[in-house]
């Protein structure tokens, strides 16, 4: 059975930093492409950086996180990374992981990042 557990947020001032933990745990982790999805209270979730399988050589951002956000992996631990700077209230949401593009496992709890003075 595939779990997903994300931690790392939390309360931070605007032009702070963070970074995000996603452990995936009962799959070859290695082989999927994975993204990390946010969603604020009473919007649509949105991706907001993904990356490619193996390596992880390919990356992509959603333009409002771009120069900000980094999205890292490390199979050896089954886990994808977000590292986030430069925080602003805009970025309070809820975080979470999921295999890119077709979200093939059960959603995890996600990780409230909120950003605020």
């Known amino acids: 059975q595939v779990q997903l557990v994300e931690s790392g947020g939390g309360l931070v001032q605007p032009g702070g930093s963070l970074r995000l933990s996603c452990a995936v745990s009962?799959?070859?982790?290695?082989?999927?492409?994975m993204g990390w999805y946010r969603q604020a209270p009473g919007k649509q979730r949105e991706l907001v950086a993904r990356?490619?399988?193996?390596?992880?050589?390919?990356?992509n951002y959603a333009d409002s996180v771009r120069g900000r956000f980094t999205i890292s992996r490390d199979n050896a631990k089954n886990t994808v990374y977000l590292q986030m700077s430069s925080l602003k209230p805009e970025d309070t949401a809820v975080y979470l992981c999921?295999?890119?593009?077709?979200?093939?496992?059960?959603w995890g709890q996600g990780t409230q990042v909120t950003v605020s003075s």
């Open positions: 999921n295999s890119f593009p077709n979200n093939s496992f059960k």
């Open positions: 990356i490619g399988s193996g390596s992880g050589v390919y990356r």
């Open positions: 009962g799959v070859t982790f290695s082989i999927y492409a």
